[in-house]
């Protein structure tokens, strides 16, 4: 049922694509970027507020920030969710890290968690971690998903000379993959898709083979730590490589049956190990 609920939607903006293409192809890309959920939910509420919390701006958009303090002598950790999920997806790692003595830090992405706005993309959400990077100053990053690529895109940007690791967890590489992967799901037709390319250009300003997280993590000197697993169903393991490869300082670690979140404890053992080295 939902397999078709999705063609339909397809559908419907092939049809509408030759009444109006550019209707279609911003209505394509909307669809896109709006999450149909993430916002926090009411079970997880009770570990988000251990926190300390505080709500950070950028263009008028709030940012909501989770703080955990640790030791002083030890790092603080800047954690970074994925597409349609909060700060909550980091609860089985964040008591660990804290009882180890690092301060943990973890924002909500726009439209996402308790953040604002109604949009998604990873060009904005680098903006949000760095405006949360300046506040709090984390020698660390750790993201997941599309949360990797938009820290990629962020210490591309701004280069912070204080972050010595960066954490990437099934994190995706080129952008034109993920498109692809979209039109097809939606079962769009090649006017539509040459459309809805039109429109990402129109919106953000650079085409989707012209951003990649691969060729951002070139110019990375950070050491990196990157974790995929071979069968990750959302995002294919050779980004892995594509990252491992750019990324001069890193380290490839491959799973296997841990899937897209990677929520295991082997996982988080390597995540400790790269930490204390």
Do not use: C
């Not at 507020?49 to 790092?75: F, H, Q, V």
């Not at 999920?85 to 003595?101: A, C, D, Q, T, V």
């Amino acid at each position: 049922m939902k397999t078709l609920l999705i063609k339909s939607v397809g559908s419907y903006l092939n049809l509408m694509s030759y009444i109006s293409k550019p209707y279609a192809g911003n209505k394509a890309l909307n669809l896109f970027t709006h999450p149909r959920k993430g916002r926090v939910l009411e079970w997880q509420v009770d570990f988000l507020n251990t926190a300390y919390k505080e709500e950070l701006s950028y263009n008028n958009l709030p940012i909501m920030t989770y703080r955990w303090l640790g030791d002083k002598t030890k790092d603080t950790i800047l954690l970074a969710h994925g597409w349609e999920s909060n700060s909550y997806r980091w609860n089985s790692i964040i008591p660990e890290l804290n009882k180890k003595g690092y301060t943990i830090v973890a924002l909500d992405a726009p439209a996402h968690g308790h953040s604002g706005g109604s949009e998604f993309n990873a060009l904005l959400y680098a903006e949000f971690i760095n405006v949360v990077a300046k506040r709090f100053k984390p020698q660390i990053i750790m993201a997941h998903s599309v949360g990797g690529m938009a820290a990629t895109v962020f210490q591309n940007k701004y280069q912070i000379p204080s972050l010595e690791k960066l954490i990437l967890l099934g994190a995706p590489s080129e952008f034109k993959d993920i498109i692809s992967r979209y039109v097809d799901l939606l079962g769009y037709s090649n006017r539509l898709s040459h459309q809805l390319n039109k429109a990402i250009i129109r919106r953000f300003g650079i085409a989707p083979n012209e951003f990649s997280t691969a060729d951002y993590l070139n110019s990375v000197k950070t050491k990196g730590l990157i974790i995929h697993d071979k069968n990750d169903p959302v995002i294919p393991y050779n980004d892995a490589l594509l990252l491992n490869n750019s990324l001069k300082n890193s380290t490839l670690i491959s799973t296997e049956g841990l899937g897209h979140s990677l929520n295991d404890a082997s996982v988080r053992d390597h995540i400790y190990n790269f930490l204390e080295a």
